[in-house]
Nanobody, 114 residues
Framework: VQLQASGGGLVQAGGSLRLSCAAS??????MGWYRQAPGNQRELIAS???????NYEDSVKGRFTISRDFTKNTVDLQMNSLKPEDSGIYYC???????????WGQGTLVTVSS
């Protein structure tokens, strides 16, 4: 199983970006996005389960939306009203539904300028 992430880049504060992650195969209990800022630990930003349940980190609620396409095996993160503190490397994550094995994408850099 490979997770291929895309969509990062440089944007001004208040702007938007959309991250996409495609899984090469597999069925997943949950898929999501983590962020790692310089000097910080990797933290969960948003996740979505196989039944569509979502979870967001408090600071992104109302600004970020996670979605999942089960037919394409993809998970997207729409990020609006971006702030400089949203900057970091964003990693796609997936947990297999039966084995509970975890998979990570390669990371995509998001930089929000003030």
């Amino acid at each position: 199983v490979q997770l291929q992430a895309s969509g990062g880049g440089l944007v001004q504060a208040g702007g938007s970006l959309r991250l996409s992650c495609a899984a090469s195969s597999g069925i997943f209990r949950v898929m999501g996005w983590y962020r790692q800022a310089p000097g910080n630990q990797r933290e969960l930003i948003a996740s979505i389960t196989s039944d569509g349940g979502t979870n967001y980190e408090d600071s992104v609620k109302g600004r970020f939306t996670i979605s999942r396409d089960f037919t394409k095996n993809t998970v997207d993160l729409q990020m609006n009203s971006l702030k400089p503190e949203d900057s970091g490397i964003y990693y796609c994550h997936a947990e297999a539904i039966i084995s509970r094995k975890e998979y990570w994408g390669q990371g995509t850099l998001v930089t929000v300028s003030s």
